[in-house]
């Protein structure tokens, strides 16, 4: 295992464009970081960069104490799994886990030790003589991070692995990555554009935008204190209701001048409520419905119990203390 340091670390492809820009995260030993954001802001890149698959424009890579800028893949004791399996479809599960190491010239015991282990802590014992092919898709992946285990990095590396997957195959295989990487205490980095897969796997979440970092915490620290518009917007779901102060009468004077954030839980049916909602659609999600409407010409969303009473028009009431409060100019967080 080992720490990684990114330091200010930069992406700039030929032309000038520019990926990723002053990444600065420190990653403790045994920590799991997820790196999120929308597609084209810079997480697989970043990725990318510390895996040695993408030249480094900016700043420094760290593995434990070694600055790892100009190693080479093999050589920065990492071990990827990809969205796309990346397995040998003319090799068996058993061949697929031992052809890496067996490459290494590392021992035929060491190798068949290895295999064994991997194949216990991912239940594919049974699947070892099999190719490919007759696996199902969740098979393939454990198949896929059984790979990485057999290595013994000092750092795993994820991208999206679960993408492939269907909803349910995606939260049983959430788990399983959870529960691996506490059991191995491996050094990981995880990207997802998946806001809810990052909250439930990460002990820290990464998030970006445009190739630059707007906020590290822990998930919770994340939700409930977003440090920008773009963040409480992003992580939560549903998304965060962000509304123009002045459409909401009554506040404190310094709220007029900025964003007021309020997270759909948070708001409450009232018959004394500050906010009027128009009802425009309902979801009905069993347990609870999602109310989404405009207030003030500004969108909204409130989320009820599945018996709350509803009408055309809405009167909603908030706790203050629920509220967030953003520059309407930067976006940044307001404390």
Known sequence: MASITLDNLGKVYPG???AVGDVNIDIADGEFIVLVGPSGCGKSTLLRMVAGLESISEGEVRIGDRVVNDVEPADRDIAMVF???????HMSVRQNLA???????????EIERRVKEAAEILQIGPFLDRKPRALSG???QRVAMGRAITREPAVFLFDEPLSNLDAKL?????????ELQKRLRTTSIYVTHDQLEAMTLADRL???NGGRIEQIGTPLDVYRRPAS???ASFIGSPAMNLLDAKAVPHL??????????IRPEDLSLAEDGLIEMNVMAVEELGAQRLVHGRTSGEAITIALPSDAPLGDTLKLGFDRKNLHLFSRDSGARID
């Open 16 to 18: 000038g464009t520019r």
């Open 83 to 89: 969205q796309n399996y990346a397995l040998y479809p």
């Open 99 to 109: 052809y890496g190491l067996k490459n290494r010239g590392t021992p035929k015991a």
């Open 138 to 140: 969740g098979q393939r």
């Open 170 to 178: 995606r939260v049983a295989m959430r788990l399983e990555i959870k």
């Open 206 to 208: 990464v998030v970006l």
């Open 229 to 231: 518009t773009f963040v």
């Open 252 to 261: 404190p004077g310094t709220a007029h001048a900025g964003t007021i954030g």
